[in-house]
């Protein structure tokens, strides 16, 4: 594999998630006609997803952290109790409910993984045997 490859690989899968349009490009093009076996493939890469997993379940552990801290500081000291609280409830239940869709988005990110892989086998396997057997009339 080239030292670049990886790095070729990720930009164009990037750029295939990015794009609004079906259009393909000269780059998709070569690409593709080095990595023939990668078609039946083409979905967001891996790196997108995590990078949304990891960011999600950052901001809402930023969400509980500061929920907490306004509940046991006097910054919102100016507020009823009743706004306060219901503040404090929004933030931390926004932060859980962030927490909790990143785990449930990550568990069946694993069974769609394979699920998919799964199906490209079958294709394989399918395509095989319908290469073997001539047709039926």
Do not use: C
Not at 43 to 66: E, T
Not at 93 to 106: F, K, M, Q, R
Request: net charge negative; aromatic share 10%; hydrophobic share 50%.
């Amino acid at each position: 594999m080239k030292p670049n490859a990886k790095k070729d690989s990720d930009e164009l899968y990037l750029d295939l998630f990015l794009s609004e349009s079906a259009s393909v490009t000269d780059a998709q093009i070569a690409y593709f006609r080095e990595h023939p076996e990668q078609i039946d493939e083409v979905s967001a890469p891996l790196n997108i997803y995590r990078f949304f997993l990891w960011a999600g379940a950052l901001l809402g552990v930023v969400l509980v952290a500061i929920a907490k801290f306004l509940k046991f500081s006097l910054l919102l000291g100016f507020m009823s109790e009743g706004v306060r609280e219901f503040v404090v409830d929004i933030l931390y239940e926004s932060g859980v409910a962030l927490i909790s869709a990143v785990i449930t988005a990550y568990i069946l990110g694993i069974l769609l993984k394979k699920h998919q892989e799964n199906a490209v086998a079958w294709r394989a396997e399918l395509r095989r045997k319908l290469g073997e057997q001539p047709p039926s009339k």
